[in-house]
């Protein structure tokens, strides 16, 4: 989630058939379990989550927060986090399949977009960064995880949304469409200004190009309006 969130309504539906599966809700710590047996023949399920209250400012959320679960042998047991990196991989994945993409092709999609978002945006051991990178995993948690990067990157990413919806560019959905168009569907190292400085490969979210991804989310000419 966008931080903890009490409340949230969570729907399941199966990929890539959207059967709907059912439902459940977040705890008042923002917490969630998956329903018994909602996997049961089903290798990759849609989690899409809703509404609730933030814990830590107490204001509603007005975010819809996706993932993608897949069917492992210690699903039931592994720590899922619903957030806005997963959300723009699970975009990502939902306007690049079909009814007839197989379960093999999904995880590959799921696994190339997470690397190339994770490039682009500088969470790699590259940028210095050699804690959990799974963007799946609860990052605020991170005396268990080791994960503060994966907090520092979300961060950078809510602001630069709420950004955009604030000068009323466009909705939280079509943000995260643009950023899902953007950042997933290549490795952009090459081609983003480089960290001379510490000599490592530039990212969408340094000093250097951030307004180069800013300005390609809102459009040059929106971008440099006064």
Do not use: R, W
């Amino acid at each position: 989630f966008d931080g903890y969130i009490s409340g949230a309504d969570i729907s399941y539906v199966s990929l890539p058939s959207n059967t709907f599966l059912g439902t459940t809700s977040s705890n008042a710590f923002g917490y969630f379990n998956l329903p018994d047996n909602l996997l049961t023949g089903v290798g990759f399920v849609k989690a899409t989550a809703t509404g609730g209250n933030d814990i830590a400012s107490g204001y509603a959320s007005d975010k819809t927060l996706k993932s993608i679960i897949q069917n492992k042998a210690d699903v039931y047991s592994t720590n899922t986090n619903i957030n806005i990196l997963t959300t723009i991989v699970t975009t990502a994945v939902e306007n690049d399949i079909s009814e007839t993409t197989s379960g093999a092709e999904i995880a590959e999609k799921m696994a190339n977009f997470e690397a190339n978002l994770k490039t682009n945006i500088g969470l790699t051991s590259l940028h210095g960064y050699s804690g959990n990178t799974s963007i799946y995993h609860d990052f605020l948690a991170n005396s268990k995880y080791n994960s503060i990067e994966i907090a520092y990157h979300h961060a950078v990413l809510i602001c630069i949304i709420n950004i955009i919806m604030s000068v009323q560019y466009s909705t939280f959905n079509e943000a995260i469409l643009s950023f899902a168009n953007i950042l997933t569907p290549s490795n952009l190292s090459s081609v983003l200004v480089e960290d001379t400085v510490n000599s490592i490969p530039g990212s969408y979210l340094d000093l250097n190009n951030v307004s180069i991804f800013i300005s390609n989310v809102l459009g040059a000419s929106k971008y440099y309006t006064n």
